[in-house]
């Protein structure tokens, strides 16, 4: 079963635009993930936050983690073209030596020029 | 530096056949795993290892086997191709620890006919 669910399930905005998805999880983490995925490639890591940290940025990037809500949201600020993809949360729910990761089924993002 | 390495890319198999999906990473990863992607489904995991001569079942293993003989590599295995097989499969790969992301394979897309 899928430990992440991301809402919404597609967005479309216009470039220049802020883009926000967010996850949701249901049992306690070790660190959150976030992906991203062009159409017919692999996923690219994009940021990780820790279960004691509420919030991390890199570059354009804005990750925020409420674990007592179990919810972790991605903005996207100044959206560009290149950033239309699917972009997927994945939970580490485990022990150092347990590194498996669960994904949730992913938002699709498309920025309209 | 190549990443993870997957191939096929594309593969058609008729049902009941048997085939090996092969990746290979060279970054001396410890941790690797198997996951099919379906629409609608995100990834799901099918098996993992934390290291040469070790594996372990993820959600999803019924149907394929895996085996570590090396770091590098992490083949899988169809025993008897089935059409609810067909399916996008990428081969992640990541240092163990919890303070790291995965490295994706492009992945082998495979139709079951």
């Known amino acids: 079963s899928q430990q992440g669910e991301e809402d919404p399930q597609a967005l479309s905005i216009q470039e220049g635009e802020n883009a926000t998805m967010n996850c949701s999880y249901k049992t306690s983490i070790n660190n959150l993930q976030w992906y991203r995925q062009n159409s017919g490639r692999g996923l690219v890591h994009l940021i990780l936050i820790r279960s004691n940290e509420r919030e991390k940025h890199s570059g354009r990037l804005r990750v925020t983690l409420d674990t007592s809500k179990k919810s972790s949201s991605l903005l996207i600020t100044a959206s560009r073209a290149a950033d239309t993809a699917s972009y997927f949360c994945a939970t580490h729910g485990g022990n150092f030596g347990n590194e498996k990761l669960t994904f949730g089924t992913g938002t699709r993002l498309t920025i309209i020029p | 530096n190549a990443g993870v390495t997957q191939t096929p890319k594309f593969q058609v198999l008729k049902t009941g056949q048997s085939m090996t999906l092969q990746c290979a990473q060279d970054?001396?990863?410890?941790?690797m795993s198997w996951y099919r992607q379906d629409p609608g489904m995100g990834l799901r995991l099918i098996h993992y290892s934390v290291g040469a001569g070790i594996t372990d079942q993820g959600e999803v293993p019924n149907g394929y086997n895996v085996s570590r003989s090396t770091t590098e590599d992490f083949p899988l295995r169809l025993l008897s191709a089935a059409p609810s097989q067909t399916s996008v499969y990428f081969c992640?790969?990541?240092?163990?620890?919890?303070?790291?992301?995965?490295?994706f394979g492009s992945g082998t897309r495979l139709t079951v006919v």
């Open positions: 992640a790969s990541s240092y163990r620890g919890l303070d790291y992301g995965y490295t």
């Open positions: 970054m001396n990863h410890e941790y």
